[in-house]
């Protein structure tokens, strides 16, 4: 018998790829931290003999789920500015508790905060866009997910930089000395259209080309940035970043939620990525991505929960769900993606969108065994028909019972193996009362009174 490292078995294991493929009584070898193998439970345990073996006899067993767009930061601001449109939240609340608080401390507890409501939901991966990049990284990779880390280009003055200049130098030096990183990977995350210059969205097509990056950016979010682009351009924004070489397959636009056809034939045209956060969408009133329509198109389409302060939370169970009602209700067709694809949307489609998906997104021989474990057993879902129904319709994060990346496991039995939460909260709670004076007056206040 061959020696390997760990077997997991399960009720259920969905790899992904092919569509609506589901094994049942399977086993899911791993060896050196890859997928060595998936083979039937009693062929498995006939020919390997693993150091340690997981049976998850009421359980799917399916590649960790992929967040597209995230500010994993910014979970230090869950709650402190609601019901508000974009551009007052911007404004009037956030920035201003950024240019205050931000710093590398600030940072870390923001980030590993979200890290750990990340990897409870069963999120092994994440794609960041925010400022201290650099101290997002050490972050992820101390903890063990996978991150691939945007460095923020803006005209807006903060902390981190006051100029985009500034921002260029800090992305330049963390170029120059990265060191190669087997969860780390990086790219230029200009702000949105309407807080970068022509003359810095060429400086970042001419890097991306250089150092073979992805671009992330917040595109066509608000009906007000698309007058804005009119007015000082002439053109939309997705035109204006065409005629500048932006668009390509390394491009991932998120949000999207105002496209006409000549938009979508642009998308389809150069392959770009599309990060769909419904969510955070619906609660700015933003408005809802056709996502019906850019399917159809072919066109790549992932999820994102985005930060914490406009979403409330980093559950991307509730955004595939979310994803899946609102397409069905917007494109007035049931039929309209379906659960299989809504699912593909969370793992490979984000993978893809990322460049990884030669490294993560399904369960596939010599992919990395990023995996995580859903528990059905529960009367919450029962009786179980269709398992990749339940996943989309049925379950919640806290489900997620186990999580490997790399083989090694960060969440047993729904704990944390190796971060501490009640320090996480302490933490939270310290930054907390620093960035109060910079919420709204809350209608729920206990200090209202009630006449």
């Known amino acids: ?9 399960a009720r259920w ?71 508000l449109n974009l551009m007052d939240w911007l404004h009037h609340h956030i920035w201003p508790a950024e240019k205050a608080l931000i710093n590398a401390q600030s940072v870390t507890i923001g980030t590993r905060l979200a890290i750990a409501e990340m990897l409870r939901g069963g999120i092994t991966c994440f794609n960041d866009n925010y400022f201290f990049h650099d101290t997002i990284a050490k972050v992820a990779a101390e903890e063990g997910i996978r991150a691939c880390v945007g460095m923020v280009i803006m005209s807006v003055p903060t902390e981190w930089a006051k100029e985009e200049a500034g921002y260029f130098q800090k992305a330049i030096a963390t170029l120059e000395h990265a060191q190669a990183h087997p969860l780390i990977t990086w790219s230029l995350a200009p702000h949105a259209p309407y807080t970068v210059s022509n003359a810095s969205l060429r400086k970042v097509k001419e890097w991306a080309d250089q150092y073979q990056l992805p671009i992330h950016m917040h595109v066509h979010e608000t009906p007000t940035e698309i007058e804005q682009s009119l007015k000082e351009h002439g053109v939309r924004p997705l035109e204006r ?34 990060v769909h956060c419904p969510e955070s969408n619906l609660k700015l009133a933003s408005g809802i991505a056709p996502i019906a329509q850019l399917l159809k198109k072919g066109i790549n389409v992932a999820i994102g929960t985005d930060g914490a302060a406009s979403n409330n939370d980093l559950d991307l169970w ?3 769900r979310t994803a899946a009602l609102l397409a069905k209700v917007h494109a007035h067709d049931p039929t309209c993606l379906p659960a299989h694809e809504a699912l593909a949307m969370a793992t490979l489609h984000g993978a893809q969108a990322l460049g990884l998906e030669k490294e993560i997104g399904s369960i596939e021989v010599g992919k990395s065994a990023d995996l995580i474990a859903i528990d059905l057993s529960s009367y919450l879902t029962q009786p179980v028909y269709h398992p990749i129904s339940h996943l989309v319709y049925a379950v919640n994060r806290l489900q997620v019972s186990d999580v490997w990346i790399q083989g090694k496991q960060l969440l047993k039995k729904g704990v944390l193996t190796q971060l501490e939460t009640h320090q996480l909260v302490e933490a939270a709670r310290y930054w907390a009362d620093k960035a109060a004076p910079f919420g709204m007056r809350s209608i729920y206040s206990s200090r209202e009174t009630v006449s």
Not at 52 to 65: A, N, W, Y
Not at 245 to 274: E, K, Y
């Open 13 to 83: 294991v969905i790899p992904i790829t092919p569509p609506h493929c589901v094994l049942e009584n399977y086993a899911v070898l791993v060896h050196k931290s890859r997928i060595l193998r998936v083979l039937p439970l009693a062929e498995a345990q006939q020919q390997y003999r693993p150091k340690q073996s997981i049976e998850l006899k009421d359980h799917v067993l399916m590649p960790g789920l992929v967040n597209a767009h995230a500010h994993t930061p910014m979970n230090l601001f869950r709650g402190l500015a609601d019901d």
């Open 241 to 274: 970043l065409h005629r500048l070489g932006l668009l390509s397959p390394r491009f991932i636009g998120v949000h999207m939620t105002q496209l006409v056809d000549d938009d979508i034939h642009l998308l389809q045209n150069t392959q770009a990525h599309v």
């Open 318 to 320: 509730g955004e595939l």
């Open 1 to 9: 018998m061959e020696k390997i490292d760990l077997l997991i078995a």
